[in-house]
């Protein structure tokens, strides 16, 4: 990840993360100066009119009519500045520009997904170009999940059965901690990618070749990157491990039961038919939480996914 954070704020990569920086520490040293005016007026009150042991009565003065106005008075154009301010930012981190390139991404039990402007598509990791406008629409399969990338400094949820828009521009290539941040259920906490920001070139050839299997690699090789970059392993283990769901480890080819009390053998067609309509025969003892993959793994990527599962004897 790259440097330059603060003990307030991860590193600025986007361009209006300076923005939002700028009016955080405006609104921070404001409250510091209000927060040491108000304690060391206190401490010097508590001081000079503590009880000295004589008998004394307050004066009976009730107000001070240009203290309170002062009082009034700087507060209201403390708070003016931050609404404008806020309220620029605002607009400019709400209105992408025309030119943004539109990605969709997908909030569902437990990752993201990402549908890219030819067609092609990611899990966890978002591919971007540096130096350009990305405009992302959101939405969720299922329960409120929120997109946050703190380096960038921008959030937003991902709702069910609703769009939601969020954009911003990187400003070089690099890679960033990409949250979910609304509470999600069990998997929650390893709903977690990356967004890669790369060059303009290495941006469009990713897309090209995205789909197909990698030069040089066998069917369980890419079976094994794609466990890895499609988020499998947010649930299933490959060490024998139960989860959220059952371990790949030894699984291909031993019989199953059923949650219906049916049993089922684990081979080719059972997994195909999981990875595509997960919800068809859920191992019993399991939650039948896994989303549909229908659309997100092309064919020679399911047989890759079964090539692996296979290799884990
Ligand atoms: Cu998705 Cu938390």
């Known amino acids: 990840m790259n440097e330059g954070g603060t003990i307030f704020m991860p590193p600025a ?10 009016l955080f520490y405006f609104i921070y040293y404001t409250a510091l100066v209000m927060f040491a005016i108000v304690i060391a007026g206190s401490a010097f009150f508590i001081l ?11 004066s009976g003065m009730d107000h001070n009519f240009k203290l309170e106005v002062f009082w009034t008075v700087i507060p209201t154009i403390l708070v003016f500045i931050v609404f404008a301010w ?6 400019k981190m709400n209105v992408a520009p025309r030119n943004a390139i539109e990605i969709k991404a997908t909030g569902q039990k437990w990752f ?14 978002l591919i971007v170009p540096a ?6 629409l959101l939405s969720s399969r299922d329960v409120i999940h929120s997109f946050f990338v703190p380096d960038f400094r921008v959030k937003m949820d991902a709702l069910p059965n609703r769009y939601t828009t969020l954009w911003f521009r990187a400003e070089q290539p690099g890679e960033h901690h990409l949250f979910c941040t609304e509470y999600c259920g069990t998997g929650h906490s390893a709903m977690l990618g990356k ?13 090209n070749e995205s789909g197909n299997i990698p030069g040089g690699m066998t069917p369980v090789e890419y079976g094994a990157d794609l466990y890895q970059k499609r988020a499998c392993v947010t649930c ?6 139960a989860g959220v769901a059952p371990s790949f480890k030894g699984r291909f080819g031993t019989v199953e039961t059923l949650s219906n009390g049916e049993s089922v053998t684990v081979d080719e067609n059972y997994l195909r038919e999981s990875i595509l309509s997960p ?24 047989d890759a996914l079964i090539a692996y599962i296979k290799s884990l004897q």
């Open 13 to 22: 990569n986007s361009t209006i993360a300076g923005e939002v920086d700028a």
């Open 48 to 58: 000079k009119y503590r009880h000295k042991g004589k008998k004394s009565f307050t």
């Open 86 to 91: 806020g309220f620029k930012t605002y607009l």
């Open 112 to 125: 993201w997904s990402f549908d890219y402007p030819n067609g092609a598509n990611s899990v966890n990791d």
């Open 131 to 136: 130096n350009k406008p990305v405009k992302l």
């Open 195 to 207: 967004v890669k920001v790369v060059s303009e070139e290495e941006y469009n050839s990713w897309l």
């Open 236 to 241: 299933h283990s490959i060490d024998g491990r």
């Open 279 to 302: 919800r068809a025969k859920v191992v019993a003892g399991y939650q039948p939480v896994m989303p549909t993959f229908q659309g997100i793994l092309n064919d020679q990527q399911i």
